[in-house]
């Protein structure tokens, strides 16, 4: 099962950790994980990748949600630390051309 | 290869030889030209049909019947939908009682469109779920059934789907029967056959499809093209969720392209209307335009949208904020008088649709140089990534026409996934019972087709091979049928009353030409359809032509001029009616009596020492078999509905 780490920095951006599987089963999680840090209004966010082992269409579409939520909450989401198996994914679906992922937590904003 | 695909093979290659020695010779020996307003619409009909009928040899070459396919492994995860919008709640809460006793473990979910407190609290206290629209769905393009699943899609988690209209009774054993298909990886969907039990025998509405569902599924099967028609189908989650990212972000693309562009010609006009004394307005434009030409390179070195837009916002915003500071007033006016904007990009709802009239009307306005920063703005703002247009940022099942499975099948099949269509009837389905509804139902249908045709042409598709590519389009072919029927009723009409002949003459060479090939045509029909009753459909072939050119007419209105698609839910239910509705078959009727006039007419001019006996005989066969095909239209309007029929017929059985 999928675990989240999530952890808001000095600079107010919110940075959500899924900890295992990101597919169709734990991607409403992510979700739900976005959607409760957007309403405490922390809307710029990073999706840390370094501890998922796996992501699906499923867990892509979770992404791209939250990217629409927090972008119409004015802030933005973006990603950092992918997997081999998650770029390769990015790449396969083109999704890369939208979301392009960076190295570190720090370099997202 | 069996004997019998051989000998269908075989048949095709003669259909194909017969009918272009036909179609050839007609072409270039015996059009009438001098009479060429009836000459050259008849042999485009027939170079239609011949087309017609040789896309469907091409179908029937791979013919294939798939073995039974083996039991599913345990423990796969599946959700069955039923659909349901307007329809009367005992039944829909029949077929989910039904699908709740699928033998297969799932969950079972009435995807409620219309939001019925009712409902939910029936099949709550029964264990089945119910699901509606979420908020996020609240004043944006709904997308009718394609919306509903989509919105149930984010709802729901199962690995496989089974969806079901609300008139669709499904078979305990459906699932059993068909997930073992999906042991193959690459496997994304599963048809079964639509069969509706209360049709009579005589099927006067053309409701049961047999030729479709069994043959014509079956050889699309063979190149990997079996449709997705919408209900008793199976499809993996996983294909349709990778459908949806990949269209979000082509679609994304297309529409920040489109925006660019309009977004240069706002600057360039505002730019060109700058009077003296605007030297800081002029400033501002031009650090929008470098602006803009920076998105471009951005774009083209391979950065990601979502940053780029996300960085020309905070620039334009920037340039905005500064102006306003400014002079507030004068600003304040200017985005009032385009408010309207960004409603006007979500006229249609998808991005991938952005109009393009609404854009060149944009980039026309006389937009003052404030106005065409704010504009800039907006246009870039719609189509940065978040879609705020749409509910869903991802839509699986396609929105871009009415019926919303031809185009999700044709996408999955661009993907590479495949597709199966399993011949056994497992699931009982309702068919409209009277002739208004019927109409509808067939008119919806054609007019998803043609919006495929028109907005995604199956040609065109990357990622298809060609025979996919044919059997689409097949599909689409058949649907314009109806400007073939006009030539049909027209040619034998004119040779009677005027004595115009659309062939140079009506020579042997004509019949030995013609015949072989049309008995040939019959003789395929037989041998794939082994017994099933295909008569009434190719009646409705052409005795719907005025469905079926309307349905051309309203889709390329739809797609190219914007217009309204006049569409209507099919009713679920029998519509009450006083009187029999003659009205809704006018054309037909006018067409059937044009015909018997032109017979009458055609055998005066006969006994007055006018005419020509052969080409009168042709002529008057020709007009029998109309008047036979038009027929169909009749008993349609006087069929009662099931029960009445089935009541009727008792009383007949009753008092021999």
């Known amino acids: 099962m999928i675990e989240f780490n999530n952890e808001t920095l000095a600079n107010g951006v919110g940075v959500i950790r899924p900890v295992g599987r990101l597919n169709m089963v734990s991607a409403p999680h992510l979700g739900a994980n976005i959607d409760a840090l957007i309403s405490d209004g922390t809307v710029r966010l990073v999706v840390d990748l370094a501890g998922t082992d796996f992501i699906d269409s499923s867990g892509l579409g979770a992404l791209i949600t939250g990217l629409k939520k927090t972008r119409q909450a004015g802030g933005d989401l973006r990603l950092a630390n992918p997997t081999a198996q998650i770029t390769a994914v990015l790449e396969m679906t083109n999704l890369n051309k939208v979301l392009q992922p960076v190295s570190s937590v720090d370099g997202a904003y | ?656």
């Not at chain 2, 994304?188 to 509706?196: C, E, H, I, S």
């Not at chain 2, 049961?208 to 989650?237: H, T, V």
């Not at chain 2, 749409?390 to 993907?415: G, Y």
């Not at chain 2, 109409?439 to 990357?462: D, H, I, K, S, Y």
Request: proline share 5%.
């Open chain 2, 1 to 656: 290869m069996t004997s019998r695909q051989l000998a269908i093979r075989l048949i095709v290659l003669a259909t194909a030889i017969l009918g272009l020695n036909y179609i050839i010779w007609r072409w270039m020996v015996s059009v009438n030209w001098d009479a060429w307003w009836i000459a050259v619409p008849l042999v485009l009909a027939e170079t239609y049909s011949l087309l017609d009928s040789l896309l469907f040899g091409v179908t029937m070459w791979r013919y294939r019947q798939r073995d039974t396919p083996p039991p599913p492994p345990a423990g796969l995860t599946v959700d069955v939908f039923i659909t349901t919008y307007n329809e009367p709640l005992d039944l829909v809460m029949g077929t989910a009682r039904a699908a709740r006793n699928i033998a297969y473990p799932h969950r079972t979910w009435i995807l409620d469109d219309g939001n019925r407190a009712e409902l939910r609290a029936i099949a709550e206290a029964e264990g089945i779920g119910w699901i509606t629209r979420s908020e996020d769905w609240a004043n944006r393009p709904r997308h009718a059934k394609a919306g509903n699943l989509n919105n149930a899609l984010l709802a729901t988690d199962g690995e496989f789907m089974l969806i079901l209209d609300a008139d669709q009774v499904p078979d305990p054993r459906i699932l059993d029967h068909t997930l073992g298909y999906f042991n193959d990886r690459k496997m994304a969907l599963v048809q079964t056959p639509q069969v509706f039990v209360n049709v009579p025998p005589h099927d006067p509405l053309g409701s049961q499809a047999p030729l479709f569902y069994g043959p014509i599924q079956q050889g699309k099967d063979g190149w990997n093209a079996a449709f997705f028609c919408g209900s008793n189908a199976i499809i993996r989650r996983e294909a349709l969720m990778q459908l949806g990212v990949m269209r979000y972000v082509s679609e994304t693309e297309l529409a920040l392209n489109k925006a660019l562009r309009t977004a240069d010609k706002v600057v360039a006009k505002a730019r060109r209307q700058l009077g003296p004394g605007q030297e800081r307005l002029a400033a501002a434009l031009s650090t929008v335009a470098a602006d803009l030409r920076q998105v471009r390179r951005e774009l083209s070195e391979g950065q990601a949208i979502a940053d780029v837009t996300y960085r020309f916002q905070e620039r334009v915003d920037t340039v905005a904020r500064n102006l306003v500071a400014e002079d507030f007033a004068a600003l304040h006016a200017e985005l009032n008088s385009i408010e309207g904007l960004s409603r006007t990009i979500d006229v249609d709802g998808s991005l991938a649709v952005v109009d393009d009239v609404a854009l060149d009307r944009l980039s026309q306005r006389d937009w003052s140089p404030l106005g065409a920063v704010e504009t800039v703005r907006v246009l870039i703002d719609s189509v940065n990534a978040e879609k705020a247009g749409e509910a869903q940022a991802v839509m699986p099942l396609a929105t871009i026409s009415v019926t919303e499975d031809m185009a999700t099948c044709m996408r999955l099949h661009s993907l590479g996934w495949e597709s199966a269509y399993h011949h056994e009837k497992l699931a009982d389905g309702l068919a409209p019972e009277d002739l208004d509804s019927m109409l509808t139902q067939r008119l919806r249908w054609a007019q998803g087709t043609m919006q495929v045709m028109f907005r995604e042409n199956p040609l065109l598709q990357r990622g298809l091979g060609l025979a996919q590519r044919l059997m689409y389009l097949a599909t689409m072919w058949s649907y314009l049928a109806g400007f073939a029927a006009v030539a049909y009723i027209a040619a034998p009409v004119i040779y009677l009353i005027l004595g115009i002949l659309p062939v140079q003459s009506l020579s042997n060479e004509f019949f030995l030409r013609l015949i072989p090939f049309l008995v040939v045509n019959q003789i395929l029909f037989l041998v794939v359809g082994r017994g099933v009753k295909t008569w009434r459909g190719q009646q409705y072939s052409l005795a719907l032509f005025p469905t079926w050119i309307k349905s051309v007419t309203s889709a390329f209105g739809n797609v190219f001029l914007g217009r309204d698609l006049d569409f209507r839910v099919t009713p679920k239910t029998l519509q009450a009616r006083k009187r029999l509705p003659w009205h809704l078959v006018r054309p037909q009727l006018i067409a059937m009596a044009v015909l018997v006039l032109a017979a009458v007419v055609g055998a005066i001019r006969l006994l007055l020492g006018q005419g020509d006996l052969l080409g009168s005989s042709v002529n008057f066969v020709w007009i029998a078999f109309d008047l036979l095909i038009f027929s169909v239209v009749i008993q349609a309007v006087r069929y009662p509905g099931y029960d009445a029929w089935l009541d009727s017929t008792k009383k007949k059985e009753g008092n021999p």
